[in-house]
């Protein structure tokens, strides 16, 4: 079983029709933007990757904390019988994030932190972990326990699971620049975090920004803007995973966005030591929106390491997941059982940018 524990929200997702000029320019003080019926689905790590894993065949068990309100109530309903033990604060808010997801612009969103920010390292250690052998954790930057002090409760959940046993798995999100998760030393944070972590899920615009803040808003813009991977080079890629490697944790999954992801592995754990490669993804039958792609990608990624699949076929798995569920505005209805998207693979699943 994996358990997934971390951030959850309450996604409302408006549709939002195309229109020749970018979402930010539409979005002027005043005016009204005529939209489509709204999406209500399950937000943040927790719900992305475990309700992924759940689709895709893998047992799971959800770690996360929403308030006492009608926001709740959602989540509740949305996860069915995986929601049912969730930790409730009667003096927080249900996280909920607006998502503004527009054909030909990137995604904004308004969020509210709410109960996410009260989560501590001792109330994830306390769970019930039976049956458990893989722990992912998620959007430590959306947690304000888990960056503060110099993300000493973030190393701490880290090396309480791993004394424990578990295999570790560690998922980052972009913070506001200028909130104080933004300002947090992540450099640091991560030199503490990592040495305790097997595998690290970030995306290239969170790492580079917890890295080099400059350059990873810098990326930002530039991917953003359409330039592939930033303006970085492959090279530049590989340098970055093999900082991470240094770093302490034993294998780097790194999605890529439209490019797809590069995988390295350092240790040893299903033949994959030594082992890289890097996948473009597959092309969806039509898009429906990004939300949650990459939580999906790392859903795909777990499922083919706890399946002992070699690391070239996790990591396809991984961006076939990714790559489906675009196919539906929500992160994971667009996400099938594990063995129809292998066939699909295995059918001629034409990949991003390959004939």
Known sequence: MIAVAGHICLDIIPAIPAAPEPLAQRLLPGALLDVGAATLSTGGAVANTGLALHRLGEPVRLIAKVGADPFAGVIRALLGGLGGHLLEAAASPTSYTVVLDSPGSDRTFLHCPGANDTFTADEILAQNF??????????????????????????RLFSGLRGRGFTTSLDMALPDPESPAG????????????????IF???????????????????RKKIAAGVPLGGLSSQDIRNIVRDLLDMGCGAVLLKLGKQGAYAK????????????????????????????????????????????????????????????????????SGIPRAEILLDRIRAGWPQQGVN
Request: proline letters at 7%; hydrophobic letters at 40%.
């Open 201 to 219: 899920t970030p995306s290239l615009d969170e790492i580079l920004y917890m890295l080099d803040p400059a350059l990873g808003l810098d990326a």
């Open 183 to 198: 300002k947090a030393p992540w450099g640091k944070i991560l030199r503490a975090t990592l040495p305790h972590v097997d």
């Open 265 to 332: 592995c350092n240790y040893g754990n299903n033949n994959w030591r030594g082992e890289e490669c890097a996948l473009p993804c597959f092309r969806e039958t039509a898009f429906a929106g990004a939300t949650g792609a990459g939580d999906a990608t790392i859903a795909g990624f777990l499922c083919g390491f706890t399946r002992g699949m070699a690391l070239p076929e996790t990591l396809r798995l991984a961006v076939a997941t990714g790559s489906a569920s675009v196919e539906k505005p929500d992160a994971t």
């Open 130 to 155: 039976d049956g458990v052998e893989l722990v992912h954790f998620g959007y430590p930057p959306l947690m304000r326990q888990m960056y503060v002090d110099e993300g000493r409760q973030l190393a």
